[in-house]
């Protein structure tokens, strides 16, 4: 297969991808809000703001990792130039950052109670309220895990972005590793990414309510919008947290390799092992966010009241 083919597959593969990427998100959110039943004008006028910014920040979210999933596996031995590493590795937090920024314009764009009478509840919402525990309490294990992760790299790298094993002044090196190469703007993507998120949800949370609704209708409704928000963020960690575990097996994989000019018994088995181990790790984090931003979250039953049934 020529260069010029092989560059023509990577493109083809990307603009499908792509278009699924727009068109998956759209069609979900699109059915969601048709089966919702609306109360009132203005719930409806308030579940057709939520559907817009919802799809569009899902599919920049998603255009964000299956872009750079399709750059690593089928556009990098084709480009002239390869992608910085730490790009790569940041782009996850930079599209959940993007799908952040679109949905704070939909909730600072949240349409406002109108008419002549204007009737809404005045209860004063927290972020605890409208985000789920259990996705809240995800998203905060995969970004400790990342940093934990990170923090055990950079102390135990050789290099800002290698580990070295030196047997009889020989030295196999692994590389790219977790140093603080890749670890610093990790690092800093995930307090970023955890302030932007909390101050979305507070947005979120201290939105007009919506008017001619109960309280637990308007509830139920930021309840949904939290639990989208929280499953893109904890997808956005998931991944890069996945790929983190990718690189760390791939490195002591190489590592534990026995070294060409000596003797076989310079392999490290333990270390091989451990590297199975860390490669099984890292697909189960993946599949694990992938199916938790995939499944439609529920209302919860304490919070919320009887007319929730209408939107969750």
């Known amino acids: 297969m020529t260069k010029e083919s092989t560059v023509s597959i990577a493109a083809w593969s990307a603009l499908v991808l792509a278009l699924l990427a727009v068109l998956a998100p759209l069609a979900v959110l699109v059915h969601d809000h048709r089966r919702t039943v609306a109360p009132s004008t203005e719930a409806a006028r308030a ?18 990792v299956l872009g750079v999933a399709t750059w690593v596996t089928a556009g990098v031995p084709a480009l002239p130039v390869r992608p910085d590493g730490r790009a790569v590795a940041c782009a996850p937090i930079a599209a959940a950052l993007a799908f952040l920024l679109v949905h704070a314009v939909g909730e600072l764009t949240y349409p406002r109670p109108s ?10 919402r927290t972020v605890a309220d409208v985000a789920p525990r259990p996705l809240r309490v995800l998203t905060w294990s995969w970004a400790g895990a990342l940093v934990t992760l990170l923090a055990a790299g950079t102390l135990t790298a050789t290099g800002p972005r290698h580990l070295d094993r030196v047997v009889d002044g020989w030295i196999s090196r692994g590389t790219p590793y977790l140093g603080s190469w890749y670890a610093v703007p990790l690092t800093v993507g995930v307090v970023v990414l955890l302030a932007a998120t909390a101050g979305v949800l507070h947005l979120v949370a201290t939105r007009p309510a919506v008017g001619g609704v109960g309280p637990g209708w308007d509830l139920a409704l930021r309840r949904r919008t939290g639990a989208r928000i929280l499953r893109g963020v904890q997808l956005a960690l998931a991944l890069t947290l996945a790929g983190a575990l990718l690189m760390t097996s791939w490195t002591l994989h190489r590592v534990a390799e026995p070294i060409p000019t000596l003797t076989p018994a310079t392999a490290v088995p333990e270390v091989a092992v451990l590297a199975q181990l860390v490669l099984v790790v890292a697909v189960s984090v993946g599949v694990a966010g992938t199916a938790v931003a995939l499944r439609r979250g529920a209302a919860h039953p304490r919070t919320v009241t009887a007319d929730v049934a209408a939107v969750a």
């Open 115 to 124: 008419g002549d009478v204007r009737t809404a509840d005045l209860t004063t």
């Open 47 to 64: 579940l057709r703001h939520a559907t817009l910014p919802a799809a569009v920040a899902t599919a920049v979210l998603l255009l964000g």
